[in-house]
Structures are given as structure tokens and as C-alpha cells.
């Protein structure tokens, strides 16, 4: 069956207007007509159209200004150029500015159909290949979690799994890799999502008040409880409670937490009696509490409690992630900011792969967000990413704290340092050495003659 589409013609002769309206109606197709370039750009304005037909012989705007309109404005619609006097300058002129095909008057009925036709086929592929796009990207989110590399995948299948469980979670991560994404995401996909999601950063509240903090308190419990108060733990009933920075709870109240998680029951400062609590327990660290165990810091029986499902989140460093979360931000930060910035130069992309991202996703995103507010283009270039052009501070190279009792080497100890920031770079960009090059600030050919120099060539 013949594809139908949405069709506007733009022509100033009646007949011919007329004639097109007629033959495209007939054959199914929407139409709408107009008789000048300027109507035509003011339809285009208003409407999408899947085809577009145009004079290019018009006063004023002519067809070749309808269709550089058209395609800037509506990027996905085709257009045809028909006209009685062509020539190969007009013709070439019209496919390199976007045309779909260019037709000479007179044509057959037969002809121009099938012209019709395969545009309206390539504008319906193009279309399917946008949500083929979109249906991917899908595939690479979860939630607010975005990622597509094999770490990032499996973490989404685990998150999916204990989604539907009231089992305790620990998530594990370095700063900033979204840890609490990973628990609003297992609260969102749960049966709880409905109900409340309570983040408290255990590390943000002094050790004297935190015991109140989870589990509330009565009147005349201490000095200023005028009233009796509900805890973090009471809002989160029914839901889940997200326990951020466990590793800085003190001895005292991981007792408390422990019987907590044991019985289900809380007991505010003060109370006599316990209270029946229904909550889900997600925890996270940036710590390695395994150690923090073994060195009597951290409670073990707490610890297996929390630990019955643990979840690691990969650093950025070791995902495959840093160009997709770029295309994120930048759509987010654009539409935030009403900007058009729509990608970033190669040299600004070699930056921002090869760095190592000790604040992981959102150093990513406070980096893609001033940007986006610096750069004057549509594309995001080096000068945009300052912080980039540089080494951060802990890696800036410092001289000897004093020269050895017994001296040294002083040409061997500077060759040494040089080779291995030689493949400290290569290792970073994983052996590209043009974006390693760029990072020492020096040329690819004085990039690789020290690479000889040091029998590196094949590093």
C-alpha cells in the first residue's frame, strides 16, 4: 500500500496548484496549498509537513528559500523543487542545500508520483530510525541512571531484581558515582514507590542529635523536647529509608540500628514502650567497611544485616559511559538554560575522555553544566572546559622535598619522570597518542620522538 503523508505545496501558478492539490488528494495524501514563498516559510512555521513541493521561480522568496527555511526550521521534512526553466547550476544548487529531487516542467502524473513516493518513504525511515534512536537510549537508562557499558548493564539487572524485595541493600561507590540514584531507583521500581523515599546523610548530623534524628522523641525526653516528635524512620513507614554515609555512624546508635533492623520496631528518646515499623532499609558508603570491620569501627553483625544484597557502583573512569552522559547533559543543561549547544568539538571530547574524574558522575555534570553556560557556540570547545587544559593540582608535578644525603642521577631522575609521565598519558587515553600528546601540552611529533628516545614506540 502506497505510503500517505502530510504535503504542502508552494506554487504561484493557479493550474499548476490547482492540478498538484487535485492529483495528491486523490491519491490520500493531506494537502495544503499556498501561492508564495513568504505563506509557505509561515506554514512551515506553524506546521510540520512530511513533503514539501515548491516553485523555485517565485517573487520575492523564491524556491530555493523556501527549502533552506524548511530545512532549518523542520530538519525532517523533504522538499522537491519543480520548475519550467532548469538548469544544472540550479539543480546542483538545490540538492546541495537539502533537496530531495528536482523536477522540469512538464512532468507526467506517473512521475511525479513516484518521486512523491520515495520521498515520503525515506522521510517515514528517517522518522523510525529517530525512535529506534530513542527506544536505544532507553535501553542504556534506568530511571535517572544512565549508562551502556557491561558494568552499568548488570548493575541494571540487579537493581530490577531486588527492585520487587523488602530485603536490606548496601550500595557502594565512590563519591559522586549516584549512589542515591541507585536507591531512589530501587524504591521508584518497587512496590513501595508509591510511598515515601527518606534520604538522611548520616555524616551531616551531629553524633549527639542523631539518635532523635531516626527514631523521634517524647515530650520531656531532654532539655527543649516540648512536644513529641516523629523520627526519620516513622516518615519513611510504609516506604524507604536511605541511609547515606553509614560508615560515619558511631558504636552507640549501629546498636540501635541493629535492633532496629532485627525487630522492626523503633523506641524514640524517651519512650517507654516500642512502636511496629514497616521500612526498607537502603544503605550506602564511599568507605571500605569491610575494613572499617576489621579495625572494630563499624559493628559486623551490623554490617552482614545491611550487606544481605550489596550493590558496586563502577567509578566513571572504568565505564564506557563518559559520551552518552555528555549527550545527557547537555540536553538537560540546554533546555535548563534555553541554550542550543548541541554537542562538543573533537578537542573538547579528547579532554574530556581522557580525564580521570575523581568526582565521577557529577564532576561529569557540574563540568557539562558550566560549560553549557560559557560557551558562546553551539558546540562546546576546549576553552569552554579551563580546569581541563591543566592538571589538577594533586597531579602538578612538585620539586624534591631536599636533594638525597648522598646525591643523585639529576639526568636520570629527570628521564625517569619523563617516561613515566609518558605512560601515565598513553594509559589514560587508552594508547591514543595524539589525545596523550595534548595532554602533555606538547606536539604528536615530539610526542614520539620521546616515545623513541625511551624505547617506548611500541607502548
Not at 514563498?37 to 514539501?52: I, K, P, W, Y
Not at 537510549?137 to 523488602?166: C, E, N, W
Not at 553509614?246 to 522492626?264: A, H, N
Not at 547533559?329 to 579532554?351: D, I, K, N, Q, Y
Request: proline letters at 5%.
Amino acid at each position: 500500500m502506497p505510503l500517505t503523508g502530510s504535503i504542502l505545496v508552494v506554487e504561484d501558478q493557479r493550474s499548476m496548484r490547482e492540478f498538484l492539490e487535485i492529483l495528491l488528494r486523490r491519491n490520500q495524501h493531506q494537502v495544503a496549498v499556498v501561492e508564495n514563498g513568504a505563506d509557505a516559510c509561515a506554514r512551515l512555521d506553524e506546521s510540520e509537513f512530511d513533503l514539501v513541493i515548491t516553485d523555485l521561480r517565485m517573487p520575492e522568496i523564491d524556491g530555493l528559500g523556501v527549502l533552506e527555511h524548511a530545512k532549518r526550521v523542520r530538519p525532517g521534512t523533504e522538499v522537491i523543487v519543480v520548475t519550467a526553466f532548469a538548469t544544472a547550476e540550479t539543480a546542483i544548487s538545490a540538492m546541495k542545500r537539502g533537496a530531495y529531487d528536482y523536477l522540469t516542467k512538464p512532468f507526467k502524473v506517473d512521475e511525479i508520483l513516484v518521486v512523491v513516493e520515495r520521498a515520503l518513504e525515506k522521510r517515514a525511515l528517517v522518522r523510525d530510525n529517530l525512535v529506534l534512536r530513542e527506544e536505544l537510549k532507553g535501553r542504556f537508562k534506568l530511571d535517572r541512571l544512565i549508562g551502556r557499558s557491561p558494568g552499568m548493564q548488570q548493575l541494571f539487572a540487579l537493581v530490577q531484581r531486588v527492585a520487587t524485595t523488602r530485603t536490606s541493600v548496601l550500595v557502594l561507590g565512590e563519591s559522586g558515582t549516584g549512589k542515591e540514584l541507585v536507591a531512589r531507583a530501587i524504591h521508584s521500581l518497587g512496590d513501595r514507590a508509591t510511598q515515601p523515599f527518606v534520604p538522611v546523610n548520616c555524616g551531616a548530623i551531629p553524633e549527639s542529635l542523631i539518635e532523635s534524628e531516626l527514631f523521634g522523641y517524647v515530650k520531656g525526653a531532654f532539655t527543649g523536647a516540648a512536644t513529641d516528635r516523629d523520627g526519620l524512620f516513622a516518615a519513611a513507614d510504609g516506604g524507604t529509608l536511605f541511609l547515606d554515609e553509614i560508615g560515619e555512624l558511631g558504636q552507640p546508635i549501629q546498636v540501635k540500628l541493629l535492633r532496629t533492623l532485627q525487630e522492626r520496631t523503633i523506641k524514640p528518646v524517651g519512650a517507654v514502650s516500642e512502636r511496629e515499623i514497616d521500612v526498607r532499609i537502603v544503605a550506602a558508603s564511599n568507605r571500605h567497611l569491610e575494613e572499617d570491620v576489621k579495625a572494630g569501627r563499624f559493628r559486623s553483625d551490623l554490617f552482614y544485616r545491611l550487606n544481605v544484597i550489596p550493590i558496586q557502583i563502577p567509578p566513571l573512569r572504568e565505564r564506557e559511559d563518559i559520551p552518552l552522559l555528555i549527550e545527557h547533559f547537555l540536553r538537560r543543561f540546554s533546555a535548563e538554560m534555553g541554550r542550543t549547544v548541541r554537542g562538543v568539538t573533537p578537542e573538547a571530547m579528547t579532554l574530556l575522555r581522557a580525564y580521570r574524574y575523581p568526582g565521577n558522575v557529577r564532576e561529569l555534570e557540574n563540568l557539562i553544566e558550566r560549560a553549557v553556560t560559557l560557551t558562546a557556540t553551539d558546540l562546546v570547545d576546549s576553552a569552554a572546559l579551563p580546569e581541563l587544559r591543566r592538571p589538577p593540582p594533586s597531579e602538578e608535578l612538585s620539586p624534591l622535598a631536599s636533594l638525597p644525603q648522598g646525591g643523585l642521577d639529576l639526568d636520570a631522575h629527570i628521564a625517569g619522570i619523563e617516561r613515566g609521565l609518558l605512560l601515565e598519558a598513553l594509559d589514560r587515553v587508552g594508547g591514543n597518542r595524539t589525545a596523550a600528546a595534548e595532554l602533555l601540552r606538547i606536539s604528536l611529533r615530539s610526542f614520539r620522538y620521546r616515545l623513541a628516545k625511551f624505547g617506548l614506540d611500541s607502548a
